[in-house]
């Protein structure tokens, strides 16, 4: 009895990995599913039994929940996910250049001043390096809230969009010159992943409104 | 557009309901018998299934009750559920067929 009692706590402290929603109404019977399944004498779980528990509990928190029948939403929430590693990928990308961007510059300019080149790195470079993680966190952040089916995630994701178009849209404003042509082209890329991404993400609500007015008409 | 196939388990799972509900144990009992013993599902890749198949509507409760204090809840298939579980078994009877005129073992499987 001892150590039925023994697994069934540790068993209990695996599934506590599980969201809370889940546990409210499955952890009773997935208890009753793993101590049907324990060997005769069996005093704790197994490595494998944990490793699939906790593989279940982070596929339930991560995954999105949302049926593959609306499909829209599924893509729109895949292509946040692929905003983020496009954002992850322009951190990188700076953060792996810094030291040829520095050499190329005092290749071509042997004068260039140290300090100044110290001014770029901590006023622009570091910034957008930091920016850019922090946007992959946001895109992140905003794939699992949308794939939960979170209504202010929408609205958060199209104020997010404003954003990032005004940004975009001010850059070449203030200048495409000093507008690096990678950097362009990033933020292009970003914005059109977003554009889709809203589309599919307010798909219903526009059929919705051109069905009435289809109809009014 | 390409269907997206389903994976064994929850092929296993979906076939294991298609003979009436079910509940948690007697799936993974159920499986292990239909795969010949090849296939143990556990708890966790078994509740992550079937919360995603309720999720897509294939599977739904169909009753709970509670036997030496410890609840059950029995899962049954809908009429989706039944569709696309359906629609998967053609397929891999047409392409299990097809494998099998290749390797001019047609007849064998007739017999």
């Known amino acids: 009895m001892t150590g039925t009692a023994g697994l069934e706590r540790g068993y209990r402290r695996w599934l506590r990995w599980y969201p809370r929603t889940f546990r409210r109404e499955h952890e009773a019977e997935v208890l009753g599913v793993l101590l049907a399944g324990a060997r005769e004498g069996q005093r704790r779980p197994d490595p494998v039994e944990c490793l699939d528990l906790l593989r279940g509990a982070l596929s339930m928190r991560l995954r999105p929940r949302v049926a593959r029948a609306e499909r829209a939403a599924v893509t729109a929430v895949r292509l946040m996910y692929l905003g983020a590693v496009v954002e992850l990928a322009a951190a990188v990308t700076i ?3 810094i030291g040829s961007v520095r050499a190329g510059m005092f290749q071509r300019n042997p004068g260039y001043p140290q300090a100044q080149w110290h001014a770029v790195v901590a006023g622009r470079l570091a910034p957008t390096a930091v920016a850019a993680g922090i946007a992959v ?3 992140l952040w ?15 994701f199209a104020l ?8 975009l849209g001010n850059g070449l404003a203030a200048g495409s010159a000093v507008y690096a042509r990678a950097d362009l082209a990033v933020g292009t890329v970003l914005c059109l992943v977003h554009l889709a991404a809203m589309a599919l993400l307010f798909d219903q609500d526009i059929r919705r409104v051109a069905g009435h007015r289809s109809s009014a008409g | 557009m390409t269907k997206r196939t389903m994976q064994e388990a929850t092929f296993l799972i979906l076939t294991a309901l298609a003979a009436g509900s079910q509940h948690g144990y007697g799936i993974v009992a159920d499986v292990a018998r239909i795969s010949g013993g090849r296939v143990r599902l556990r708890a966790g890749t078994l509740y992550s299934a079937l919360d995603r198949l309720r999720l897509d509507g294939l599977v739904r409760v169909d009753r709970e009750e509670v036997v030496e204090g410890r609840l059950r809840r ?6 989706e559920g039944a569709t696309q579980l359906a629609t998967e078994a053609a397929r891999f009877q047409a392409n299990a067929a097809t494998a099998l005129a290749r390797l001019g073992l047609a007849e064998g499987m007739a017999t």
């Not at chain 1, 997010?160 to 940004?167: I, M």
């Open chain 1, 142 to 156: 905003m794939a699992w809230a949308n794939g939960r089916g979170h209504r202010w995630a929408r609205i958060l």
């Open chain 1, 137 to 139: 966190a946001f895109w």
């Open chain 2, 74 to 79: 029995y899962y049954q298939l809908t009429a």
């Open chain 1, 160 to 167: 997010f969009f404003g954003v990032n178009a005004f940004g």
């Open chain 1, 95 to 97: 953060l792996a250049t």
